[in-house]
């Protein structure tokens, strides 16, 4: 009997760590957005005086000047929030869709063959900072720097392979039985991979899309290094907040905070496919 | 002319035989049992009748139309696969619906077909429910219904039984069956179970490594069987396989020494002993072919130590052990030694059945 209670508890305190080990940097950072400007140094968790002051400075930075003497300036965050959103989300539907066809010739036709399949995860291997320069150089002369359409192109190159792997399991998880009943029923190839495989794996386009979509919003080297003032996005544009204009953690807490819920709303929304994707939906 | 025939199909994958010169008939409005064990071709099989993978050679005719270059979606014949074709992510209707949608029917007339397929397979209450709560029996009903929507005139069944339990599947077979003989489709049925085969089937076809080893009734087929590998596969349970030595005594009449464990006298004919001139024969004998034997031992008794038991329902079967050799047999009557006790067995000669040695052709008197 105590031996059980002690196991029980023993378990709990493991629980407990690992949840704290995990949360309590992002409490940390909640917090922090709710405190005043002399105690964003201080260790103490909850704010003596809370005030939503960080999350105004977020949007009007202008008073940031004269109120702790800052020297430069960073913009609003309202520029760099619709170009992440646009960037993240073009790049994440335009992998998505070239991932479940790519994953529907190598499930089904075995093309490109399993050799290069595998090395669409180079991107992934190597190091982002050994191939940016690279990139610059490309873009520079493209003329695609600071541009959106840049970084879509780059950022759906290197997440595509997510696509692929992902859907790939979800496709090979079809049975072949399924395609042919409706062939033998006069549907055409084309009709079969839109009427039966693509609404079938749904919840697999759901899934590589929200585990792009994560990845790309939170991407901050490329972003860095390819833009400057037009297509700024908000890892960039946070990381502003600690550095030249001095060190302002507060509204960069703020800024975490906004950053979070378009992928948190995101997961709360697709959360019913995220369940249906592990378990496929049927029965056997 | 025969409604389906099939003539010369032959398939290969890579350096494997599939199929090796398939022939034969089907007759409109029957039920045509294909039987063989997994790997036999079954599938490969069903799917050259449905267009989904083209012969290597032979042709297919029916209607004494040749359909074998033509696509699958021109042939109309519908197949239930043994993974059935119920998408999980729509519901019983829409499943039924969808090839009457791809054929591009009119919205009420769809609705009215469903609706029919469904009153006739007692399935309304499956068509506004998700899949995910489909029973096996269930799954397998609207798939048919599937099938059954766009009037094929011929229905391929592939294994439609196969991942339901004992019980589920014989409702199931025999609420087939009823069905065919409703709507007298025509139906092509394959599986593995020899006993379901012959049970569903007006005919059956045995298929084994990829030919047609035998084509008959139900009866035909089991109590017939043209060799010893078909034999072995429609005996359930296994067939007892003995070697013998056997030699004429009389006119017509031969003696036929089992292993040592029993000599028996058999009538055969000229020609049946012609075919056994050298002195060589293998003895197949059916479990079920084998009883207890009552009263002191006469000619055709073996007596053995009885070794295990296992109780089927009302029978039960025994494995016997006679000069250290097994005989297994299948006991009607209350049976009541106890392992390890001495038992006594009779079989009647004409019952077994004798198989060439070198051809394994069965050899009837």
């Known amino acids: 009997m105590t031996k059980r209670i002690i196991s029980k508890f023993l378990r709990y305190i493991v629980i407990i760590a690992f949840l704290a080990w995990i949360l309590i940097p992002v409490l940390w950072m909640f917090t922090l957005a709710f405190k005043s400007y002399p105690e964003w140094r201080v260790a103490y968790f909850f704010p003596k005086e809370p005030t939503i002051m960080n999350f105004i400075l977020v949007f009007e930075p202008k008073q940031i000047i004269g109120m702790m003497g800052a020297t430069a300036l960073v913009d609003p965050v309202t520029l760099p929030f619709i170009n992440s959103l646009l960037v993240v989300g073009a790049s994440t539907v335009l992998a998505v869709i070239i991932g479940f066809f790519t994953a529907y010739g190598a499930s089904r036709y075995n093309s490109p063959g399993p050799f290069s ?168 | 002319m025969e409604y389906l025939e099939i003539k010369n199909i032959s398939k290969k994958f890579g350096e494997k035989i599939a199929l090796n010169n398939i022939s034969f008939e089907v007759k409109e409005g029957e039920i045509f049992a294909i039987a063989g064990p997994p790997g036999a071709g079954k599938t490969t099989l069903l799917k050259i009748l449905a267009g989904l993978i083209t012969p290597d050679e032979g042709s297919i005719l029916l209607e004494g139309k040749d359909i074998t270059n033509l696509p699958p979606s021109q042939r109309n014949i519908g197949m239930v696969f043994e993974i059935p074709p119920i998408y999980p992510d729509r519901t019983g209707f829409e499943n039924i619906a969808f090839p009457l949608k791809i054929q591009k029917l009119p919205k009420d007339q769809i609705e009215k077909k469903v609706h029919e397929v469904a009153e006739l397979l007692g399935i309304k209450h499956l068509l506004n429910r998700q899949p995910s709560t489909y029973s096996g029996g269930e799954y397998q009903r609207v798939a048919l219904a599937r099938a059954l929507v766009r009037n094929p005139k011929i229905l391929l069944l592939d294994e439609p039984l196969r991942n339901l339990d004992a019980k589920i599947q014989e409702n199931m077979r025999s609420w087939l069956k009823k069905l065919q003989r409703e709507l007298k489709t025509t139906v092509i049925y394959s599986t593995h179970d020899p006993i379901d085969a012959m049970a569903i089937g007006d005919r059956v076809s045995i298929l084994l490594h990829g030919n047609i080893r035998q084509t008959g009734t139900p009866p035909e087929v089991y109590l017939r069987p043209q060799s010893i590998d078909i034999a072995e596969y429609v005996s359930i349970p296994a067939l007892n396989i003995f070697r013998g030595a056997i030699k004429e005594i009389d006119k017509e009449v031969v003696e036929i020494d089992i292993e040592g464990i029993l000599k028996i006298k058999k009538k055969l004919s000229k020609t049946a002993i012609e075919k056994l001139r050298k002195g060589e024969v293998i003895v197949g004998i059916k479990p079920r072919d084998i009883d207890l034997h009552m009263g002191p031992p006469s000619e055709n008794t073996i007596v053995g130590k009885l070794v295990l038991t296992q109780t089927i329902g009302s029978e039960t079967l025994i494995s016997v052990e006679v000069n250290s050799i097994l005989l297994r047999a299948i006991v009607k009557k209350k049976l009541t030694s106890t392992e390890e006790s001495k038992i006594m067995l009779t079989l009647n000669p004409e019952k077994i059945y004798l198989f060439h040695p070198d051809t394994g052709e069965t050899i009837y008197s």
Not at chain 1, 120 to 149: C, E, G, Q, W
């Open chain 1, 117 to 284: 399949l595998f090395f669409t995860l180079l991107t992934r291997m190597l190091p982002p900072a050994t191939f940016v320069t690279p990139i610059m150089v490309y873009y520079a002369n493209l003329k695609l720097l600071d541009s959106h359409l840049g970084l879509i192109m780059l950022y759906s190159a290197v997440t595509v392979t997510y696509g692929i792997w992902i859907l790939k399991g979800f496709i090979d998880q079809v049975p072949v039985e399924w395609e042919q009943a409706a062939l033998l029923e006069g549907a055409t190839h084309i009709q079969v991979v839109f009427k039966v495989t693509l609404p079938i794996v749904k919840s697999g386009l759901v899934v590589s899309g929200l585990f792009i979509f994560l990845l790309n919003w939170a991407e901050l080297l490329f972003a860095l290094v390819l833009t400057n003032v037009q297509a700024v996005t908000l890892p960039v544009h946070i990381s502003k907040y600690v550095g030249a204009v001095g060190q302002l953690y507060g509204p960069q807490a703020a800024l975490g905070i906004l950053s979070s819920l378009i992928p948190v709303v995101i997961g709360y929304l697709i959360q019913k496919h995220l369940v249906t994707a592990f378990t496929f939906g049927m029965v056997r």
